[in-house]
């Protein structure tokens, strides 16, 4: 119990750390904030386009697509922001930078994984939020349970992000990859769930869990299912211990010394 | 030329070798193949598919579309990374230009990209979409004929972008906001004969987004000779332009190189 406490009052510090990191160059993060939006700005109208075309996507329509984004933009910029190490594992492997993890008494994964962050996370994560509290207002969701959605989202999301890049234990300068997986991951996170069927439904709850992330978040705030919610937490809890566990079970291939380098 | 030669050959034999890597993207683009296909099963059984369309040309056109984007290997990532470590000042010291011998070398990845999807995925697609596209095998070959060019010119578009890091240190927005506006003006998600009349499809074609991707990808709803000589005229058209405005914007970007250290 007192090594949990300890490892969250680590993980507390290294948090608080990054941020104020991030955060010094006012700024140069506000700048790549307001860039940073742009993208999503572009994006959405491509919903309007394929809703203009088929108004009903088997009973996901504008809104329920909108809210799936905003909630995927917002769990994209919190983690990028908070724990952008996670994204760079591939190339913290093919650089040795885990050497130095490796010598601290903490969990690697910890300092791994919270020791960076990416200062455009702020602009994504504050949109997101906008277009969460848009279609709140707009259709008339309800706001009680969208800071517990971005929560399990995040954890969902990041324990994926995990996943795939723990891969870079075998698979040298895997970060480009890494990415566009990371990248397309959070992509079919905004995709409706009614095309998710089959084997393919099988994929989005297990392998890359987007259903979990979105699509249930979803049907909670439409339907209020708390039996799928209740499965669904369960889901994002196993899920997040199979990467943790895969981490450290990539960790034992891990080929240390490539670079000497030290770290204060 | 024999230099670039050379250096497309060794990125072919150097991207060939990275089967793990190649195999896992190829993974990727099928699932989101598998994704798109049927987001448009679901809306033709809805009953909004479009009369002119088939829903086995559709499931064609989703496959082409989202072909485009990993033909190309990654090649903003390289530039964006040579420039923020700083080793594009090594480069600039050779009698190569490192614009052209980074081209070089994308084209030779993206020959060998060529090679594996093209073989691959057909009859992959096939089983997916359960039939093959009203234009048969002329609808197939302009596509693939034309999604070449596409790919030179999204080549263009990727150093465009890894260039950016010298103003932006950050090329990854800046090609995400490319690839942002190709979903939407290029005809990915919704082929642009359907796009909405304040979005006119007739218009968006002549955008380089369009040679991108909807317009070769089109042509498997029409593949006739016109049609083929308009898309290849227009993608020519966008080579050209876009390589030239690649070419001063390079000689830009030499003016602001700054090496410290060694």
């Not at chain 1, 349970?145 to 895997?174: C, D, E, R």
């Not at chain 2, 034999?13 to 448009?40: C, E, S």
């Not at chain 2, 980074?102 to 691959?120: C, D, M, Q, S, T």
Request: include cysteine.
């Amino acid at each position: 119990m007192a090594e949990i406490l300890s490892n969250l009052r680590f993980f507390l510090a290294l948090v608080r750390m990054t941020f104020k990191s991030a955060t010094g160059q006012r700024s140069a993060m506000l700048i790549r904030a307001i860039f940073s939006v742009t993208p999503h700005l572009i994006y959405i109208p491509i919903w309007f386009i394929v809703f203009t075309v088929a108004p009903d996507l088997g009973g996901w329509k504008l809104e329920h697509a909108l809210y799936a984004y905003g909630l995927s933009i917002a769990c994209w910029g919190l983690v990028s922001l908070f724990a952008f190490g996670l994204r760079m594992i591939p190339e913290q492997i093919d650089h040795g930078e885990l050497d130095s993890y490796l010598t601290l008494p903490k969990p690697v994964l910890l300092s791994a994984a919270f020791s960076s962050s990416k200062n455009t996370g702020l602009g994504e994560l504050l949109f997101g939020i906008g277009l969460l509290i848009f279609c709140c207002v707009r259709y008339d969701f309800s706001w009680v349970p969208m800071p517990f959605f971005l929560i399990i989202g995040s954890v969902v999301f990041a324990s994926g992000i995990l996943f795939f890049a723990t891969l870079g234990f075998w698979l040298k300068q895997f970060l480009g990859s890494a990415e566009e997986i990371y990248f397309n991951f959070n992509l079919m996170a905004s995709r409706p769930a009614p095309i998710f069927t089959g084997a393919l439904k099988v994929i989005a709850l297990t392998l890359v869990p987007v259903s979990l992330m979105s699509h249930v978040p979803i049907e909670f705030v439409v339907y209020h299912h708390w039996q799928t919610l209740g499965f669904a937490i369960l889901g994002v809890v196993s899920y997040a211990l199979l990467s943790v566990s895969f981490f450290y079970l990539g960790l034992r291939f891990y080929e240390s010394g490539n670079r000497f380098g030290i770290r204060g | 030329m024999i230099k670039y030669y050379h250096f497309a050959r060794i990125a072919f034999g150097d991207h060939l070798n990275n089967r793990l890597r190649i195999f896992t993207r190829y993974l990727i683009f099928l699932l989101l193949d598998w994704v798109m296909i049927a987001m448009w099963d679901l809306i033709y059984k809805s009953g909004y598919g479009p009369v002119s369309i088939t829903r086995v040309d559709m499931a064609w056109h989703m496959a082409f579309a989202q072909m485009m984007f990993f033909l190309s290997p990654r090649l903003f990532v390289v530039i964006d990374s040579d420039v923020r470590s700083g080793n594009i000042g090594y480069f600039l010291n050779r009698p190569i230009p490192y614009l052209w011998m980074r081209f070089a070398e994308g084209v030779g990845a993206l020959a060998g990209n060529l090679l594996i999807y093209y073989v691959v995925s057909i009859p992959f697609i096939y089983l997916m979409v359960g039939g093959w596209p009203t234009g048969g095998t002329i609808a197939i070959t302009a596509v693939l004929g034309g999604l070449v060019l596409a790919s030179v010119l999204h080549l263009l578009f990727q150093i465009l972008a890894g260039l950016s890091t010298f103003w932006t240190n950050d090329a990854v927005f800046i090609y995400h906001s490319y690839q942002k506006f190709c979903l939407l003006f290029g005809g990915i998600y919704v082929p642009l004969a359907l796009y909405p009349s304040f979005l006119s499809g007739e218009v968006l074609k002549f955008l380089p987004f369009a040679s991108l991707v909807g317009n070769p990808v089109g042509l498997l709803f029409h593949p006739t000779w016109s049609g083929i000589a308009e898309v290849l005229a227009l993608q020519i058209f966008w080579l050209g332009f876009v390589g030239i405005c690649l070419s001063m914007f390079y000689q830009m970007c030499l003016r602001k190189v700054e090496v410290h250290g060694g």
